[in-house]
């Protein structure tokens, strides 16, 4: 079983979906891997199971994970869920951007931004 926080401002479903793909991306949840069931997970984050199943059904949607009927849901083969995750970071830092430059930003000051991150990052 996985462990996270809730927090205020993105729904539930985004920040547990956030944190499941964390999980995969880092290796934690290993190819072939079976997800907590959707009710255990939607007790243990006293959660509804609906969220738990529309973030499945999500993370299903983009290749993450493969559910098996009355089986469980698995962790996808690593290929499937890197091009779409990569994809997906794609298009909502794409949208970053073009927010940023609209706000006023320009190049310079978001290449600094990207440093920061980066740099951060690494730790």
Request: aromatic fraction near 6%.
């Amino acid at each position: 079983m996985f462990t996270m926080r809730l927090e205020g401002g993105a729904p539930i479903y985004e920040q547990l979906e956030r944190r499941i793909t964390e999980l995969i991306i880092s290796g934690e949840m290993a190819e072939g891997e079976k997800l907590p069931a959707v009710r255990e997970i939607a007790k243990q984050l006293a959660i509804n199971p609906n969220t738990v199943q529309k973030t499945y059904a999500k993370l299903e949607a983009v290749g993450l994970i493969y559910s098996i009927p009355a089986k469980g849901s698995y962790v996808s083969a690593s290929g499937k869920y890197l091009d779409a995750v990569r994809a997906r970071s794609r298009e909502t830092f794409s949208d970053a951007v073009t927010h940023a430059l609209r706000q006023g930003l320009e190049k310079p000051e978001l290449m600094e931004i990207i440093d920061e991150v980066t740099e951060k990052d690494r730790g």
